[in-house]
């Protein structure tokens, strides 16, 4: 009896180790492969590789490298589940033919920002590609974007957060949740997820795709934070974004209904959760897209069913695109000039006075504090309440905070744009 216990115990021990050897085996070849299908876009690094008993792979300290990034992206830890350990073996060893059902959990991605995210290459695009839909001006010169050192400067150093691809028998559906920036849900309906030599697809393609955006507060805070930059009030801003993106649907031969321009605008100056029902064969990129209703006997482009979508959770009806002329604008010499009112003085940059109940929407910017006995202090605006107003200030490869009682502070600037005085 002893002897057929000990047997057991080593046959249970062998198979095990055999299980993980060959866990640890295929995952590593699955991931050289993945690293060469990656090599035309950036470098990838696997980090160590174990597994569970369940049918589970835990991947930590993945990294990814873009060539058209400066800065990687960081994987804290990627754990595979399956629903046994023979479906693991089964999927890694055949990697085109994943199981019926699987989860992949991305815990702790990090993606640090950088003032020049996009590689010089990138960004050499050419000069008559017709103009950008989503990307918002944010500066006093209209050709200037918002861009990741625009986020640096409003306290968002880093992208981060967590994410969730999931196959069930309904279809493949992805979360990415970041901390400060909301998240993204993406479902597509009867898909199935497969590895292909050429790279992912689903097959079959998805009957219908399900998005739900959730800002965060993200948008509020870039409104208020390039309406500033721009020099505008906050409204005014708002129509030269919604001008530049009706002119960019125009140069693409489209043009948007009067309801999706009020939901974008919607969006833009007040964000929350924005939930679409995208259908994959209609036109562009799955909103109805309409003959231009001046044309006589305009109807919708045949397979282009009505477009649900909704805010904050009320339908929203009538939202397509309607085809046009693509219409190229002409760009005046004064259209390249910085956005201001005309009867004002141009734009410069200095010491501005604030208000001290204005302080609060300048935090993270660099300040300036006079005090009642003449002295300055200089830095960066980390806190203001009632009581104290506090300012960091760098030292030794680090940041010193200062705090200042309130009722000692004499005068308050901020370093900005702004426009010079006149004589």
Partial sequence: MRKLLSLTVILVLVAWGAYKGAVWWYADQTMAELRRSLSDHGALERGS??????????????RFQSFRLTQPLVIRRLHLMTDSPLALLQSLHDKHDLPRS???????????????MLRN??????????????????????????????????????LAGDAQLRQSSGGVRLEVHTRESGGIDVFWEGARLR??????????????????????????????????????????WADLVMTSFR???????LQASPQLMAL???????????????????????????????????????????????????????VYLSRIEP??????????????????APVVAGWQVIAPEQAA????????????????????????????????RPVDGGEVAYPMALRAVDQLAVWRRGQRADD
């Fill in 49 to 62: 590789i174990s597994s569970g008993v369940s049918g589970e792979l835990i991947l930590e300290g993945t």
């Fill in 102 to 116: 699987w989860r992949l959990e991305a815990s702790d991605w990090r993606l640090p920002l950088d003032t020049a």
């Fill in 121 to 158: 290459w990138v960004t050499d695009t050419d000069e008559q590609a017709p103009r950008p839909l989503f990307m918002p001006v944010c500066g006093p010169d209209a050709r200037q974007q918002l861009g990741s050192g625009d986020l640096i400067r409003m306290g968002l150093n880093e």
């Fill in 195 to 236: 590895l292909d030599a050429d790279g992912v697809n689903l097959t079959p393609a998805a009957e219908r795709i399900q998005i739900a955006l959730r800002d965060g507060g993200m948008m509020r805070r870039i409104t208020a934070y390039c309406a500033r930059e721009t020099g505008l009030p906050a409204a005014s």
């Fill in 247 to 253: 002119e960019g649907l125009e140069s693409r031969g």
């Fill in 264 to 318: 974008y605008r919607q969006w833009l100056t007040e964000g929350g959760e924005l939930v679409a029902t995208l259908d994959p064969k209609a036109a562009w990129p799955g909103i109805p897209v309409r003959v231009s209703e001046s044309a006589p006997g305009a109807t919708r482009d045949s397979g282009s069913p009505s477009f649900t979508v909704s805010y904050n959770g009320a339908a929203v009806p009538d």
């Fill in 327 to 344: 219409v190229t604008p002409d760009v005046p010499e004064q259209a390249l000039e910085p956005v201001v009112d005309p009867e004002q």
């Fill in 361 to 392: 929407d300048w935090l993270g910017y660099t300040v300036r504090v006079t005090l009642s006995n003449g002295r300055n202090v200089e830095g960066r605006l980390t806190r203001i309440d009632d009581q104290q107003v506090e300012v960091a």
